[in-house]
């Protein structure tokens, strides 16, 4: 049969013929460089990616020699909470260790919110000490800004969300801004307690998920950080391919925040002190596997050659060209992390 | 002033949200006698959905959209008023909401703004609301359309349940319905019933429109 097995990005199997799958890697290609104004993949990478694509074996990976570092976000929220194995987190991070041989792995609680994590402080400190006592892989203490949390009814500012649809945009925009102030604060002193308690590093995750405003308050915080503790190595892990605009005029070192794309936000994270990039490119669960791959690997590729720092891409359920389900499927991590690694020089995954 | 400069400035005055321009270029367009229907689909909604496919490539912000909506409201009006000769007509009605265990609702939210742009009276449930509290509502207002969004692979499963339900309750053929969120295909939509499937904002207004036969 000439049809090659292949998925849709919302993980549903399907056969395309050669000449499709052709087709849809070059439509992504030039869907990335079209939003991301960035050259699109050469034929000789298309030519490749293709191979990538449709090779027969279920699994695949990368050759010899072209391993890369991993690292997580909600790294033990994993096995204890999403598959509901009764493990608590020590014995997680020390599975992670030792059965997967994961090179590093995160710390982090249910509530992954710095702004959640300040009356627990005391308990993360004390799993962080202990876990530092078991383990010898780096282990980072990780949660998301989540600026969301300062809007009422969980914080007490405005919710920009509702005030936007009621064309109240100065007041969004000052919401937003008071926020971020709050939002500084929690993250430097959760992550300077947990810093001094052994973490070998700090991870933002899914920075920029309440928007432009979400991204300035996480800068802030790794400036902030980086001048305290010159050491410390900060992981930036992205929650989107641009920045959403919910705020749309701020600024970070004289650039605009809103609209930025991968090979844009690794400098604003790289000048703040960030230690690791990552990058996010969504999937689209309406298109293919091939399309999504080649954006995936046309954004990665631009964000690699931008970077001064390691770029490891999220390659989770709905990003990376990974499909948009609870259990994503084997033969299409593979081939995402082969491509991302080998065509979009991706420094870790 | 030709109906093309009219339909040329109309899409203007909504990419660069100038609320006066539009006001006048709708004035201009009722006063010259050109169709209002034209004007307003080729025009101002054109304008509209330019500016969603832009925000959608992060090339406008959320506060640039809302303007636009605002400022589309203020041209609507003008031609409406026009399109009913000064007699209120009966606007078609939509009950929106974010199915139950999901909490995600900043899309949904653009979606609202843009689908009142076009006249199309919403009624937004909010996020995280049961099934029954849906097709209540929507027997209430006698709604056109459902809308519902899931962002979660987990809690898409809601979208089917109201159809279910609906077929259920033998409603199903009262109400049009839309689905959209991530995990949300039109695979998605064909396999459980739904009537139409949106990607993003600008398209679920589209979307819309065709099933309420605009």
């Known amino acids: ?349 | 002033m030709s109906l093309e400069d009219i339909i040329a400035e109309a899409r203007e005055t909504i990419l660069q949200c100038d609320q006066a321009r539009a006001v006048a270029v709708a004035e201009r367009a009722v006063a010259q006698g050109f169709d209002p229907v034209q004007v307003l689909s080729e025009g101002f909604s054109y304008g509209i959905r330019q500016m969603g496919d832009l925000f959608g490539r992060g090339e406008v912000f959320l506060p640039q959209l809302i303007l636009s909506s605002e400022v589309m409201k203020s041209a609507v009006a003008i031609l409406d008023a026009a399109i009913q000769g000064g007699t209120p007509q009966a606007k078609a009605k939509m009950v929106i909401a974010t199915v139950e265990g999901d909490v995600h609702d900043i899309g949904k939210g653009i979606v609202v703004s843009l689908l009142k742009t076009q006249g199309i009276e919403v009624y937004d449930l909010g996020r995280d609301v049961p099934t029954v509290k849906i097709i209540e509502k929507a027997l209430e207002v006698e709604a056109d359309i459902i809308g519902t969004s899931a962002l979660l692979t987990t809690t898409l499963m809601g979208q089917k349940k109201l159809e279910d339900e609906l077929r259920k309750n033998g409603l199903r053929d009262r109400f049009k319905t839309m689905v959209g969120g991530a995990p949300a295909t039109q695979r998605w939509a064909d396999r459980i019933g739904a009537d139409a499937y949106a990607e993003d904002a600008a398209e679920a207004v589209t979307k819309a429109l065709a099933l309420l036969g605009k």
Request: glycine residues 8%; contains cysteine.
């Open chain 1, 1 to 349: 049969m000439s049809d090659i097995f292949t998925r849709y990005g919302d993980g549903s199997p399907t056969r395309m013929s050669k000449e499709d799958i052709r087709f849809d890697l070059e439509e992504g290609t030039q869907d990335a460089a079209d939003r991301g104004k960035i050259p699109a993949l050469t034929e000789a990478e298309l030519d490749r990616l293709f191979e990538i694509c449709t090779m027969p074996e279920k699994a695949v990976t990368v050759e010899r020699g072209d391993e890369v570092i991993v690292s997580f976000d909600a790294g033990t929220l994993k096995l204890p909470v999403r598959a509901g194995v009764p493990m608590d987190r020590s014995a997680a991070i020390l599975t992670h260790e030792r059965a997967f041989c994961s090179d590093t792995m995160e710390l982090g609680h249910v509530d992954y919110s710095y702004k959640q994590l300040k009356a627990i402080i005391h308990e993360e400190c004390q799993a962080m000490e202990h876990i530092q006592l078991n383990t010898i892989i780096p282990v980072f203490y990780g949660a998301m800004p989540n600026l969301g949390l300062y809007t009422k009814p969980d914080g007490p500012i405005e919710n920009w969300s509702e005030l936007l649809p009621l064309a109240k945009i100065d007041e969004a925009k000052a919401a937003q801004e008071e926020a971020m102030e709050h939002a500084v604060k929690d993250i430097v002193y959760v992550a300077s307690r947990m810093y001094e308690s052994g973490a070998d590093g700090i991870n933002f995750d899914t920075v920029g998920a309440s928007g432009d405003a979400d991204v300035l308050a996480t800068l802030k915080a790794a400036e902030i950080l980086k001048e305290k503790y010159p050491d410390i190595a900060i992981e930036f892990g992205m929650a989107g391919e641009f920045v959403l605009g919910m705020h749309g005029e701020l600024y970070y070192d004289g650039t605009r925040l809103a609209g930025l794309y991968p090979h844009q936000q690794v400098k604003m994270a790289e000048k703040a002190g960030a230690a690791i990039f990552g990058a996010v490119i969504n999937t689209n669960s309406s298109m293919s596997f091939a399309w999504n791959i080649a954006r995936a690997v046309t954004f990665v590729k631009a964000c690699t050659e931008a970077a001064s720092i390691p770029v490891h891409v999220n390659v989770g359920m709905g990003v990376g060209a990974i499909p948009v389900t609870n259990t994503p499927p084997v033969d299409a991590v593979s081939r995402a992390d082969k491509a991302l690694v080998e065509i979009g020089k991706a420094d870790g995954l």
